[in-house]
């Protein structure tokens, strides 16, 4: 079947906030049933998805005859999306037991796979995943399953989303036809684009007293390079390698989203400075999502909560460009 001649119908296993079936369905596949452990994921893809069946299990726990059955409820697929969990992928050896077990999710995608057979299936990761020591292994039964697969690594800089987001994807499909290229005609943009400067968010002075001392060494740096009347943004539990050292400007894409709150907004105002946390209105947006997409409207769900599920999710506008090119090549 060529992937272009009728609604392509997809689920997305590890679904999370939805990120992938989001930027899916701006390709115009039709998202049937989204899969994950954590309630407030389900909670969430339920609200943004709401034609769409929710599974909340571990996939590991399934039973083969669990996934048949579950096929017989939603029909067949075209396409399956799949984010296993990326537990300290980067680790080599020696890793915890818990850590193997979380990367072992993959091979859950294998198992549904197998079951639904779909024409495509796509898998995104961490760039590291290709050093996990069960990688090849991962590769091989997806050639066992007679998928063609090609590895792609893309940025969602590139995409037109205000983030610095670099992911593995496995692109696989059963006909063979994954070389096409992946594009998108929006170019970099800054993560000033989705800073709210109306003065929604409360702010305090930067320089209080009890503020960190590295939270001002940092300011200080870019206070000096950039001058004291333009904004930038301070970046917490880095490496620096990213931010020069704590900090970035605000022309630039924002530095990667992860599952804690990093990134702080400084601003200048009267001869002083304020600063704040980025909100996870601004994260959402960072993250390409559009303002149509519902975070803050789930109940139970706390802003930490919030930050979480942007910090494990796919940016929507990279996995639009991979579907289109796959409807274009299928």
Request: proline share 4%; with cysteine.
């Amino acid at each position: 079947m060529m992937m272009s001649e009728s609604k392509i119908r997809a689920i997305d296993l590890f679904c999370g906030a939805g990120g992938s079936s989001y930027g899916a369905t701006q390709a115009g596949v039709e998202m049937v049933a989204g899969f994950d452990v954590w309630d407030l994921a389900i909670k969430a893809y339920q609200t943004n998805f709401p034609k769409a069946k929710v599974y909340q299990d571990d996939l590991r726990k399934l039973s083969t005859d669990k996934i048949k059955m579950i096929k017989s409820e939603i029909g067949n697929v075209d396409l399956i999306l799949a984010s296993p969990e990326c537990t300290n992928h980067s680790r080599a050896k020696g890793a915890a037991e818990k850590d193997e077990a979380s990367r072992e999710t993959a091979f859950e995608v294998i198992r549904f796979a197998n079951e639904f057979k779909p024409p495509w299936l796509i898998i995104e990761n961490v760039v590291e995943m290709q050093s996990w020591n069960r990688y090849n292994e991962l590769l091989e039964m997806l050639w066992d399953l007679k998928y063609y697969v090609r590895k792609v690594i893309l940025n969602s800089k590139n995409f037109g989303v205000p983030q610095s987001r670099q992911r593995l994807f496995l692109l696989c499909s059963l006909s063979g036809n994954t070389s096409g290229q992946i594009t998108n005609l929006d170019g970099p943009k800054p993560v000033s684009t989705i800073i709210d400067d109306t003065g929604k968010y409360s702010s305090s002075l930067l320089r209080k007293d009890g503020r960190a001392e590295n939270t001002i060494l940092s300011a200080n740096r870019a206070i000096n390079e950039l001058g004291s009347d333009l904004p930038f943004l301070l970046i917490y539990y880095s490496s620096g390698r990213r931010g020069n050292g704590g900090w970035q400007k605000v022309s630039d894409p924002l530095g990667t989203i992860t599952t804690v709150d990093r990134f702080a907004y400084v601003f200048p105002e009267n001869k002083n400075h304020r600063m704040r946390m980025l909100q996870p209105e601004e994260l959402k947006l960072a993250m390409g999502y559009k303002s149509d997409y519902k975070l803050d409207v789930i109940d139970g769900i706390t802003r930490r909560d919030r930050i979480k599920l942007m910090g494990n999710g796919v940016c929507p506008p990279v996995m639009e460009a991979i579907i289109r090119s796959m409807i274009t090549n299928g």
